[in-house]
T-cell receptor, first 114, second 115 residues
Framework: AQKITQTQPGMFVQEKEAVTLDCTYDTSDQSYGLFWYKQPSSGEMIFLIYQGSYDEQNATEGRYSLNFQKARKSANLVISASQLGDSAMYFCAMRDTGGFKTIFGAGTRLFVKA | GAGVSQTPSNKVTEKGKYVELRCDPISGHTALYWYRQSLGQGPEFLIYFQGTGAADDSGLPNDRFFAVRPEGSVSTLKIQRTERGDSAVYLC?????????????FGPGTRLTVL
């Protein structure tokens, strides 16, 4: 069965520093997609980055990069040069070919300190 | 352009009542999803529509929950005989077309409180 695990309930980072948010996943499929979403206090889910299981290079989108280690089934999000506006909940998610549902982890709350 | 909209933003009801939650997806998006997010948790999949049909309703918790999308655009999530455990934020998302990498755009959610 699909499963997403985010083991860090909360993380603190100093403004302008980089931070890594951990995500491990479990699926029996060879073809799957991994996503990261940001949810500010306003509640709206914002798509950040996508990594396909067959993508050979790690995905990057601006200050966001995804450290994809397929053998370890991990898909960590790296945020470089943190900003105060990065303070939010971050969710890792996965979809495989078993259906159309997207499975989300429990999330990590990131606090950026000035 | 306009994003996904959901109405109402907040709904307070009494145990046993019937509620309807509405989702208006981005124009042209064929795929529509409903999720439920309880406090302190990630979104939980409820149902997926491709066009007018429910392609996957495996996440609906029981037969009190039902959703429709009669014209392939607006969708309504219907909850009968509400229970206190139904209290959560109900999120709707849409995407251009289904696929492993399709980006889902979420609405602001409807916060449902069952007293």
């Amino acid at each position: 069965a699909q499963k997403i695990t985010q083991t860090q309930p909360g993380m603190f980072v100093q403004e302008k520093e980089a931070v890594t948010l951990d995500c491990t996943y479990d699926t029996s499929d060879q073809s799957y997609g991994l996503f990261w979403y940001k949810q500010p206090s306003s509640g709206e889910m914002i798509f950040l980055i996508y990594q396909g299981s067959y993508d050979e290079q790690n995905a990057t989108e601006g200050r966001y990069s995804l450290n994809f280690q397929k053998a370890r089934k991990s898909a960590n999000l790296v945020i470089s040069a943190s900003q105060l506006g990065d303070s939010a909940m971050y969710f890792c998610a996965m979809r495989d070919t078993g259906g159309f549902k997207t499975i989300f982890g429990a999330g990590t709350r990131l606090f950026v300190k000035a | 352009g306009a994003g996904v909209s959901q109405t109402p933003s907040n709904k307070v009801t009494e145990k046993g009542k019937y509620v309807e939650l509405r989702c208006d997806p981005i124009s042209g998006h064929t795929a529509l999803y409903w999720y439920r997010q309880s406090l302190g948790q990630g979104p939980e999949f409820l149902i997926y529509f491709q066009g007018t049909g429910a392609a996957d309703d495996s996440g609906l918790p029981n037969d009190r929950f039902f959703a429709v999308r009669p014209e392939g655009s607006v969708s309504t999530l219907k909850i009968q005989r509400t229970e206190r455990g139904d209290s959560a934020v109900y999120l709707c998302a849409s995407s251009l077309e289904p696929g492993l990498s399709d980006t889902q755009y979420f609405g602001p959610g409807t916060r449902l409180t069952v007293l």
